[in-house]
């Protein structure tokens, strides 16, 4: 079981930039596909980017273009770097850590893209 604690959320203008980190207890290394998940009041959670252990990424068509992630085995830590935000990304923002045997999630984010 790994532990994953989200943080870097918080108030933007449109057009601004974030970048989420979510921090693992233990090693992510070559076992875990990471992701970030993203939920909105009223609407289910949605998966906006996630990286494979051998960095192969996938993301979003809504995404596409405008968000990068990425990990750092060494530091045990993936990051979303979210670039040109919309008021439409606004939402919690979920790090979820998959196995063939297990499955964890952190506590959420909130990201607010307003002006």
């Known amino acids: 079981q790994v532990q994953l604690v989200e943080s870097g959320g918080g108030l933007v203008q449109p057009g601004g930039s974030l970048r989420l980190s979510c921090a693992a207890s233990g090693s992510i290394h070559s076992i875990y596909v990471m992701g970030w998940y993203r939920q909105a009041p009223g609407k289910q959670r949605e998966q906006v980017a996630a990286?494979?252990?051998?960095?192969?990424?996938n993301y979003a068509d809504s995404v596409k273009g405008r968000f990068t992630i990425s990990r750092d085995n060494a530091k045990n830590t993936v990051y979303l770097q979210m670039n040109s935000l919309k008021p439409e990304d606004t939402a919690v923002y979920y790090c979820?850590?998959?196995?063939?045997?297990?499955?964890?999630w952190g506590q959420g984010t909130q990201v607010t893209v307003s002006s």
């Open positions: 979820n850590a998959a196995s063939s045997r297990l499955n964890s």
């Open positions: 990286i494979s252990p051998i960095g192969s990424t």
